[in-house]
């Protein structure tokens, strides 16, 4: 073969792998920029993940501490107004104590007795009240037992402790009616820890 034929062949079969090698390494290129734009995308994706997940978990520490600062703040207004509202109870307490057993204290006696025995049935019951309540409590029962003559009512010796008022009981004991000031009191509480609230806790939220 001439050496003409020969450099022709030679080239064209050069040219040939070039051309062949050029495609691979063109295929190549595309796969790695492909590769490397999947990774960078992957990359960017895992990242914002990341980052989602850090602000979702940053978020829920934020509310929890928000929460648990909420939370102590009102557990700490809730005991101050309990603390508060048992003052409350005890200077009413206090003040109904030391009431002059007077004339007037003894009209409030008969009144309560009065309501007191409307709510009972018939019978014997004796009236128990705290020492200092003796006289005007005897008085109101003087004075009360006319309009009720179906009911025999006795004055016990036997003395309560407490701020005042009086306790009904039958005389087979099944029958018990607690009027003392604390009870009575016991009883309003729904109603003056509301106005206690509204009043000086309702704007402090």
Do not use: W
């Not at 734009?37 to 520490?61: R, T």
């Amino acid at each position: 073969m001439p050496t003409n034929e020969v450099e022709t062949t030679i080239g064209k079969v050069l040219e040939q792998e070039s051309q062949a090698l050029t495609a691979l390494l063109d295929e190549a290129l595309k796969s790695a920029l492909k590769a490397i734009d999947e990774y960078e995308l992957n990359a960017d994706n895992a990242f914002d993940a990341i980052m989602l997940e850090g602000k979702k978990e940053a978020e829920n520490v934020k509310r929890k501490m928000l929460g648990s600062a909420e939370l102590q703040a009102r557990n700490l207004q809730l005991s101050a107004y309990e603390e508060f509202f048992g003052g409350v109870i005890k200077d009413a307490l206090e003040a109904i104590s030391s009431l002059p057993r007077d004339s007037r204290y003894e009209k409030a006696m008969v009144a309560l007795l009065r309501d007191a025995i409307a709510e009972l049935d018939e019978g014997k019951y004796s009236v128990s009240c705290v020492a200092k309540d003796a006289k005007a409590v005897s008085d109101a029962l003087e004075e009360v037992k006319e309009e009720f003559p179906r009911h025999e009512l006795v004055l016990s010796r036997k003395h309560l402790d407490g701020a005042g008022g009086f306790v009904l009981k039958s005389k087979d004991g099944t029958i018990e009616l607690d009027d003392t000031f604390e009870a009575r009191l016991e009883r309003m509480k729904p109603n003056i820890r509301k106005r206690v609230y509204e009043r000086y806790f309702k704007e402090v939220r």
